[in-house]
C-alpha cells in the first residue's frame, strides 16, 4: 500500500527465502528505472537497472521485472540473507530529461528473520 | 573501488545561518546530483549540474539554493538562510553520463536549530 512519512510498507521474510519487493512508477514515459538499496544511516546503493526495452534482467541473486502495460516494477532476491535486510527504493527517469532527475518511490522495509 | 565522498557527515546550524556542503564525485563522472531525505521520507530531487551549469531543478531549489563546482573535484551546495524545515539528509551523486547509473554519497545530516 502507500506510505507516507515514517509509515514504510515493510516486507518480513524468514533467511533463506525469496523476497520479492514491489513498485508502481507513474511515469508511463519513463525509459529507465534502478532499485537502490538503503541502509541505516547511508546514502542510496545501486543494486541493478532496467531500460524500458526489457523486461527482466538478472544480477547475482537479484532479478528485476518490469511490466510496462501496468507500470509496475518488482525486485526479486533469491536466498534472502540477513544483510539484504534495509530499505529499497525503485526509481524512475522519465525520457524527457535525459537522466538528469531521477524520481524515487517511496521505499519498502524488508527484514529478514533468522 | 572509487566512491563519492561527502563533508561534513554532520552539520548543525542555526535558523538563517549558511551552510555549504561538500561532495567530492567521483573522478571520471561528468554529471552531479543533489538530493535530499528528511528523516523517514523518500528521497527527494534537487538538482542536477553538466558542464559547470545546472541542468534541471527541482522546486524544492529555490533561491535559497546554490550549487558550484569551484575546482576540479568538490561539488558544493550551499544553503544562504537555513530554515527548520532544511533539516535533512543530504545526499551528493554523481555518473559517467545523463541516462546512467547515479553512485550516491554517504550523505550530510544537516540539523537546523
Known amino acids: 500500500g502507500e506510505s507516507v512519512g515514517l509509515h514504510l510498507p515493510t516486507l518480513s521474510v524468514q533467511e533463506g527465502d525469496n523476497s520479492i519487493i514491489n513498485c508502481a512508477y507513474s511515469n508511463s514515459a519513463s525509459d529507465y528505472f534502478i532499485w537502490y538499496k538503503q541502509e541505516s544511516g547511508k546514502g542510496p546503493q545501486f543494486i541493478i537497472d532496467i531500460r524500458s526495452n526489457m523486461d527482466k534482467r538478472q544480477g547475482q541473486r537479484v532479478t528485476v521485472l518490469l511490466n510496462k502495460t501496468v507500470k509496475h516494477l518488482s525486485l526479486q532476491i533469491a536466498a534472502t540473507q540477513p544483510g539484504d535486510s534495509a530499505v529499497y527504493f525503485c526509481a524512475e527517469n522519465g525520457v524527457d530529461n535525459y537522466g538528469q532527475n531521477f524520481v524515487f518511490g517511496p521505499g519498502t522495509r524488508l527484514s529478514v528473520l533468522p | 573501488e572509487p566512491e563519492v565522498t561527502q563533508t561534513p557527515s554532520h552539520q548543525v546550524t542555526q535558523m538563517g545561518q549558511e551552510v555549504i556542503l561538500r561532495c567530492v564525485p567521483i573522478?571520471?563522472?561528468?554529471?552531479f546530483y543533489w538530493y535530499r531525505q528528511i528523516l523517514g521520507q523518500k528521497v527527494e530531487f534537487l538538482v542536477s549540474?553538466?558542464?559547470?551549469?545546472?541542468?534541471?531543478k527541482s522546486e524544492i531549489f529555490d533561491d535559497q539554493f546554490s550549487v558550484e563546482r569551484p575546482d576540479g573535484s568538490n561539488f558544493t551546495l550551499k544553503i544562504r538562510s537555513t530554515k527548520l524545515e532544511d533539516s535533512a539528509m543530504y545526499f551528493c551523486?554523481?555518473?559517467?553520463?545523463?541516462?546512467?547509473?547515479?553512485?550516491f554519497g554517504p550523505g550530510t545530516r544537516l540539523t537546523v536549530l
Open positions: 551523486a554523481s555518473s559517467v553520463a545523463g541516462s546512467d547509473t547515479q553512485y
Open positions: 549540474f553538466y558542464n559547470n551549469e545546472i541542468s534541471e
Open positions: 573522478s571520471n563522472h561528468l554529471y
